[in-house]
């Protein structure tokens, strides 16, 4: 069983949909969460991030993590074309070395 | 700011060649870490160090070498290539505080690596 694991998707949705998207893990000692966006040919960016469980929302971005159910979340509102990309989820136990799971490919249609 | 930096973008190796993979980042920052991204597969720490003259394994360390000599640079070495090793590498970059907290990691643009 993978530490982290994703729905690799693709993920396929019109213009101005709820994008919801998931990652469960197995390490208990998990603290840090984030989601990391990765366009086609570019190094990751960081789009959110979270300390233990919790809701964080930022502009259209909303990110849930659940401890008890080892579960974490980001729902994007309103999507936009230019949100088509890769959506990388990473967790840590110090905040430092990350865990990623194999992210989910995400394409908005116009 | 530049921030991370990569080069070279692209290199194709044969088998058992050599090269080193340069990462400088003009942050500032402490942590440099080395991932490999496979195709539909997330990033894997090859090694990571929190200082000049200080480095430690990942993940994934087998056939790969860093040294961190300066605050800014943090070169990855394949000594004997395989095509195990075909794979895009980012270089990234942290601050991490004495205050503790997680910290946010700034990615490179990678470099794509073939091994034939």
């Known amino acids: 069983q993978k530490e982290v694991e994703q729905d690799p998707g693709p993920l396929s949705v019109p213009e101005g949909a709820i994008v919801s998207l998931n990652c469960t893990y197995s390490?208990?000692?998990?603290?840090?969460f984030m989601w990391y966006r990765q366009y086609s040919r570019k190094g990751p960016e960081l789009l959110m991030y979270t300390y233990s469980s919790g809701n964080k929302e930022d502009g259209r971005f909303t990110a849930q993590v659940d401890k008890s159910s080892k579960y974490i979340s980001l729902f994007i509102r309103d999507s936009q074309p230019s949100d088509s990309a890769t959506y990388l989820c990473a967790m840590s136990e110090s905040g430092r070395a990350l865990t990623f799971g194999s992210g989910t490919r995400l394409q908005v249609q116009p | 700011n530049a921030g991370v930096t990569q080069t070279p973008k692209f290199r194709i190796l044969k088998i058992g060649q050599s090269m080193t993979l340069q990462c400088t980042q003009d942050m500032n920052h402490n942590y440099m870490y080395w991932y490999r991204q496979d195709p539909g597969m997330g990033l894997k720490l090859i090694y990571y160090?929190?200082?000049?003259?200080?480095?430690d394994k990942g993940e994934v360390p087998n056939g790969y070498n860093v040294s961190r000599s300066t605050t800014e640079d943090f070169p990855l070495r394949l000594e004997l290539a395989a095509p195990s090793q075909t794979s895009v590498y980012f270089c990234?970059?942290?601050?991490?505080?004495?205050?503790?907290?997680?910290?946010?990691?700034?990615f490179g643009p990678g470099t794509r690596l073939t091994v034939l």
């Open positions: 160090s929190v200082g000049a003259g200080i480095t």
């Open positions: 390490n208990s000692a998990f603290q840090y």
């Open positions: 990234a970059s942290s601050y991490f505080g004495t205050s503790g907290g997680g910290d946010t990691q700034y």
